[in-house]
């Protein structure tokens, strides 16, 4: 699998399958702001061929519209991302066809994906000797600060790119399986003076095809990396892998995290919250136990979300 | 979307496509008659029946929902007693008598590796205590045929491959039954509770069709918001928590929700909380309008001296803030003079696309209208609204 420096050392180029224009724009608004003379973007992948126009800077720019991902022309000299805004239906068959290219990985955005697509695409990413960097279903995608806005991550308004501090390289790695928690963390990590090394959310489903594990070995990999910001939620037991890599000292670097979902004991049983995988089935996975492992294993925990902004202060 | 609950008579009826020994079951709604009752009983020549709660509940067994040895009188009856005590759905199927030591315990269950087996040899009501005895592994598949470990019975392998079939084809995640009974070169299924993948079941060609868990005396505010929410492509969730709580939230994203909302509960006032509310996924200002209209009316009716609505949500990567604002301050409107003559503040923290401009807005209307407790944007800390609208309650 890619790893992070090779991310920001490289060209990095991003095919879009489907068309949510503010979505792609905000990608070339991270560009054009990042100051590369060149956008990320090379196509999009709409059902029709023909082209299609966006502003990089002040300048429009056409890109070319491809029936399908077959037909899209991979440059060979740089590093290649798809971003995958298809339905939920029909997230799983297109990208099977993007998993017989040599992507370096990419973003599934859509929600409602069937468990068993998305264990599908599992079971062929494993399979695959490019071991690609897919994140989703329902992530907003991966942030590389002067190297690439793959999603929404980090906003879509120009305004949003610019003051939200993503452009400036740093040193925290946000981490997280909700979208928008993922801004916030972005956004606390800013107002205490903070900048990025990398962001990326795996996404609220039950089965992120790269595991919230998976995301802190890439944080341990990258150099510039020295602290990461975790946000996790009830229901699933992902926390227990991290305790695992904890204990078995493959990370080793600072986290501050926070599990979500103590307000599920006021209910007799613990209800769905909004993402999929939000919801307690026993005791181990409430927030409270992983909250309790986590902490035990030497993480930095918070009781609350006012004692975690308290602590990314402290950083 | 997520797992969500089915009947046991939906999941015994996907049991059935596949075990044609399976019993037939008899679906008791509130629109059956005691005739339908007794013609099922006799063409299925049962004189003994079992009746149960069907609507989700778990251990219904231990908590006396399950009435074994009847007859269609009285089992007519219990329903009508259960009625009474707000229960509204329930499975009839002939009563099989057996020993207790018989009853065995199965489960299956989509997991991050594939599909994970619990097999019990001492299943039945008290298999919580008996739970060491339950072993577990995952299944491992070779050519379309799984692997099953060695203290599996052998009758059961070719049973399970095609229960795993059945499942993957119907998008039923989980299914845990408690007792089995192993009878011959058969399996029987006592009892069955399983779990769908909604998204599954929202694919086109769905195979069966399901008749959708009602919960216990739901509240007509949360059946309402069900049925806005299944209208929409956006997510809006709705749990009544306390009718006279003094804090009514209209939060967004379903992470920060989440956070909102247990901060409420660590500083001490999850009682106070009279729901838990999100909306998410981009809605239209239309769709706010219609949510957040529903939650007012909850808001006005409570009898707490002090309220507060707390609208408030992350940063939003894509959901645009004016525009849903919009809908909120038209349902605001409707009921504003009501809400000023409660004294009911509203506490806003919102940050995403168009953040200013929605702000600018919300903030306006509300010191015109004076119901305006306090307006942040993303330069403030997310929970900062909770503490703020506390405070005013306990002022």
């Not at chain 1, 991270?30 to 999009?44: E, H, M, R, T, W």
């Amino acid at each position: 699998m890619i790893n992070i420096e090779q991310i920001r050392a490289r060209k990095n180029k991003i095919v879009v399958i489907g068309n949510h224009p503010a979505l792609i724009q905000s990608i070339l608004d991270f560009d054009y702001l990042s100051g590369k003379s060149q956008p990320s973007l090379i196509a999009v992948v709409t059902g029709k061929r023909g082209y299609t126009k966006f502003f990089f800077g002040k300048e429009e720019v056409l890109f070319p519209t491809f029936i399908s991902v077959k037909s899209v022309p991979l440059p060979s000299d740089s590093t290649n991302w798809f971003f995958n805004i298809s339905s939920g239906r029909r997230t799983l068959p297109s990208t099977l066809e993007l998993l017989d290219f040599n992507y370096a990985g990419g973003v599934l955005f859509a929600e409602n994906v069937p468990e068993l697509h998305a264990h599908s695409i599992l079971r062929t990413v494993e399979g695959s000797r490019y071991s690609p960097l897919i994140l989703g279903p329902a992530s907003v995608g991966l942030l590389v600060p002067t190297a690439l806005k793959l999603g929404p991550i980090g906003g879509i308004t120009p305004l949003q790119v610019e003051e939200s501090g993503i452009i400036k390289p740093g040193h925290i790695a946000v981490l997280s399986a909700s979208g928008g928690m993922t801004n916030e963390l972005i956004s606390v990590a800013a107002l205490a003076g903070h900048h990025l090394s990398f962001a990326l959310s795996f996404g609220g489903d039950r089965f992120p095809i790269l595991s919230p594990s998976q995301a802190f070995l890439l944080a341990e990999a990258d150099p510039a990396t020295t602290a990461v910001l975790y946000y996790g939620e009830l229901g699933g037991l992902d926390e227990y892998e991290l305790v695992k890599l904890k204990e078995e000292g493959k990370f080793t670097k600072k986290v501050i995290a926070h599990i979500a979902g103590t307000v599920a004991d006021l209910f007799p049983e613990s209800p769905q919250f909004g993402h999929a995988k939000a919801k307690a089935a026993s005791v181990k996975d409430s927030a409270l136990s992983k909250r309790k492992a986590l902490r035990e294993a030497g993480f930095t925990v918070t009781d609350s979300f006012s004692a975690f902004v308290a602590e990314v202060g402290q950083l | 979307m997520a797992r969500v609950k089915l009947l046991e008579s939906d999941v015994k009826a996907i049991l059935a496509k596949i075990f044609p020994s399976q019993a037939s079951v008899f679906r008791l709604s509130t629109d059956s008659t005691l005739l339908e009752l007794t013609s099922f009983a006799r063409s299925n020549n049962l004189d003994s029946l079992v009746i149960k709660v069907d609507q989700g509940v778990k251990k219904r067994g231990v908590v006396g929902l399950v009435k074994l040895n009847l007859t269609v009188a009285s089992v007519y009856e219990a329903a009508q007693a259960w009625r009474k005590l707000g229960w509204s759905n329930f499975i009839v199927e002939g009563y099989l008598p057996h020993q207790e030591q018989d009853e065995k315990y199965l489960a299956l269950e989509l997991v991050r590796e594939g599909w994970h087996l619990s097999w019990g040899e001492k299943g039945g009501v008290s298999v919580e205590s008996t739970w060491d005895s339950v072993r577990s592994a995952l299944l491992t598949s070779r050519e379309g045929k799984y692997i099953f470990p060695s203290w599996l019975p052998p009758m059961l392998h070719p049973i399970l491959d095609k229960l795993i079939n059945a499942l993957i084809e119907h998008h039923l995640v989980f299914l845990e039954c408690n007792p089995v009974l192993i009878i011959g070169d058969k399996l029987i299924f006592l009892d069955a509770a399983g779990e769908i993948d909604s998204a599954g079941l929202a694919l086109p060609g769905f195979p069966i069709s399901l008749t959708p868990v009602t919960e216990r005396r739901n509240q007509p505010v949360e059946q309402q918001i069900a049925l806005l929410d299944a209208t929409t492509p956006a997510s809006l969730k709705f749990r009544s928590l306390n009718q006279n709580g003094s804090i009514w939230l209209l939060l967004s994203g379903g992470g920060a929700s989440l956070v909102l909302a247990d901060e409420a509960t660590d500083l001490g006032y999850g009682k106070e909380l009279g729901n838990y509310g999100e909306y998410s996924g981009a809605p239209s200002d239309d769709d706010t309008y219609a949510y957040t209209s529903l939650v007012l009316t909850e808001l006005i009716r409570s009898t707490a001296p002090r309220k507060v609505l707390i609208i408030a949500g992350g940063v939003a990567n894509f959901t645009d803030v004016a525009k849903t604002f919009s809908g909120i301050i038209r349902a605001l409107k409707e009921h504003e003079k009501e809400l000023v003559r409660l004294g009911v503040k509203v506490f806003v923290r919102r940050g995403g696309p168009n953040e200013q401009k929605g702000l600018t807005m919300i903030k306006a209307y509300l010191a015109k209208s004076s119901l305006l407790g306090e307006v942040s944007g993303r330069d403030v800390v997310l929970t900062n609204v909770i503490s703020q609208a506390i405070k005013y309650i306990e002022s």
